[in-house]
């Protein structure tokens, strides 16, 4: 049965999603931690953060994670359309429970930034996965 399981989840696409989710995640921590030491709000610096960031994981969850090959033009576009709309509900999600974790809860803003990524990194996958890279032969749960 944990076999089953592990082989269910530990395949090219989740190993690869993972590695590129660590990856976003740094780029996420490298211009937020950037921002907030040159006196940037941290407010101001996880908006920021966020769009860099989700420029990045569009391109190489395109091309690396789910192997999405076509660019013609109104394919690239829904995929952009959805990706960042997707993107940015999962970016309100982190100011948001960024801030109640920092201001609200007094938490230390970079343990914050840690337990936000995480839940962050399974919600994009899932959108992902279910909404917009899709296969065509793929049904929506």
Not at 4 to 27: A, H
Not at 55 to 76: E, G, M, R, T, W
Not at 109 to 133: A, P, R
């Given at each position: ?82 990706f960042t709309a997707c993107r940015a509900a999962s970016g309100v999600m982190e100011m948001v429970l960024m801030v109640i974790m920092v201001s609200w809860l ?36």
């Open positions: 049965m944990l076999k089953k399981i592990w082989d269910k989840f530990m395949n090219r696409e989740v190993i690869s999603y993972l590695i590129f989710g660590v990856l976003t995640t740094l780029v996420n921590w490298v211009v937020y931690g950037m921002m907030v030491r040159t006196g940037v709000d941290y407010r101001i610096a996880t908006a920021a953060a966020w769009v860099v960031s989700v420029l990045f994981a569009f391109v190489v969850n395109k091309i690396f994670v789910f192997q999405s090959y076509d660019l013609h033009l109104a394919c690239v576009m829904k995929e952009v359309t959805s007094n938490m230390d803003e970079y343990v914050s930034k840690v337990l936000v990524s995480i839940v962050v990194v399974v919600v994009n996958y899932v959108f992902s996965k279910l909404f917009i890279f899709r296969k065509s032969e793929e049904k929506p749960l």
